[in-house]
C-alpha cells in the first residue's frame, strides 16, 4: 500500500487544500474536497497542471412588484378576478416563486413559477397570474411579499335603469339647471350592489316643458350597502331641448338607457 498526499490550489484565495489517501497498487480511487464559499466570483482549481473552474453565484432573492386586479376592482358575485404581478429576482440563482398569495389573511399556494437569476445587475422577471372566484360578498385584501391591492365583490352589477326595472333600488333624479342632474337612491336589497350610470343614459322630463337631459361622463360608479339611502349626488348632463325651460330642482325625470322616438321633441 502506498500512502499519497494529493494538493489542489485554488486561485481566486491562493490557498492550498491537501488531504492524504491511501492507494494500494492498481487501484483507482477518487478524491473529493468540499469547500464552502460566501463569496459570489469565479474560483479555479488547480491540480497536477490541470485546471478548473466553478462559481458561486448569491442565492435567489425574491421580490413582488405591485399587485394588479384584473379586470376591475369591483366584482359581481361568482365572477372570477386575475391576481396579477412580476416576480424578479435579484440574486444570481434560479428562484422558485410558490406563494404564498395571501387573501384576507388565508395564505393560498400557487403553482410553481421558476424565476432566473440576474444577468448583468439586470434582475430576471416573470408575470404571474392567479385566477380567484370569491364565494362571499365583501372587501377582499390580497398581499403578496408585502405588496397589497384590494377588490370589492358585490351581490349584483347594474345599469341604472335596470336597477330601478328590477326593483332592487328606487331611484329619484331631480333637476339641476343646464349642466347636471341630481340623483337620490333607496337601496331595496340585503347585498351590497353596484350601480353604474352609463355615458348617454338618458332623463326625460315628467314635464313637458322642461329640458331632456344627458348623462355625459364616460362612467359613473356608485356602491350601495344593503338598504342605504345615498345623499343628493351631482352628475355632470347635457340638455337635448333647447327650446324648453331649464330644469329645477322641483322637475322631476325618467330614466332610460336609449332616446325613446320622441326625444327632442317639441
Do not use: H
Not at 14 to 37: H, S
Request: hydrophobic letters at 40%; one cysteine or more; aromatic letters at 8%.
Amino acid at each position: 500500500m502506498t500512502a499519497y498526499l494529493i494538493g489542489i490550489g485554488l486561485e481566486t484565495t491562493n490557498r492550498a487544500l491537501t488531504k492524504g489517501i491511501d492507494v494500494l497498487p492498481g487501484d483507482t480511487k477518487t478524491v473529493i474536497f468540499e469547500q464552502t464559499k460566501q463569496t459570489p466570483v469565479n474560483y479555479t482549481v488547480e491540480l497536477d497542471g490541470q485546471t478548473g473552474e466553478f462559481t458561486v453565484v448569491t442565492l435567489a432573492d425574491l421580490r413582488v412588484y405591485e399587485v394588479y386586479i384584473r379586470p376591475e376592482s369591483i366584482l359581481q358575485l361568482g365572477d372570477q378576478v386575475d391576481i396579477e404581478f412580476v416576480v424578479a429576482n435579484r440574486g444570481e440563482a434560479e428562484g422558485t416563486f410558490v406563494g404564498p398569495i395571501n387573501i384576507n389573511g388565508v395564505p393560498l399556494s400557487a403553482s410553481a413559477v421558476n424565476i432566473p437569476g440576474k444577468k448583468e445587475g439586470i434582475p430576471g422577471e416573470k408575470f404571474v397570474s392567479f385566477p380567484f372566484i370569491p364565494d362571499k360578498t365583501g372587501t377582499y385584501e390580497v398581499e403578496v411579499y408585502g405588496e397589497k391591492a384590494t377588490f370589492r365583490v358585490v351581490f349584483k352589477k347594474l345599469e341604472l335603469s335596470e336597477a330601478v326595472n328590477s326593483g332592487l333600488i328606487q331611484a329619484t333624479v331631480s333637476g339641476a339647471g343646464m349642466q347636471s342632474v341630481g340623483l337620490e337612491m333607496v337601496s331595496t336589497s340585503n347585498e351590497p350592489l353596484c350601480i353604474i350610470v352609463l355615458p348617454m343614459t338618458m332623463f326625460i322630463s315628467q314635464t313637458s316643458s322642461v329640458q331632456n337631459m344627458m348623462s355625459v361622463r364616460s362612467e359613473t360608479t356608485f356602491i350601495l350597502e344593503p338598504r342605504e339611502s345615498t345623499e343628493y349626488f351631482p352628475l355632470e348632463a347635457t340638455c337635448v331641448s333647447m327650446d324648453r325651460e331649464v330644469p329645477s330642482k322641483s322637475n322631476r325625470f325618467t330614466i332610460v338607457n336609449y332616446p325613446p322616438a320622441s326625444w327632442g321633441a317639441s
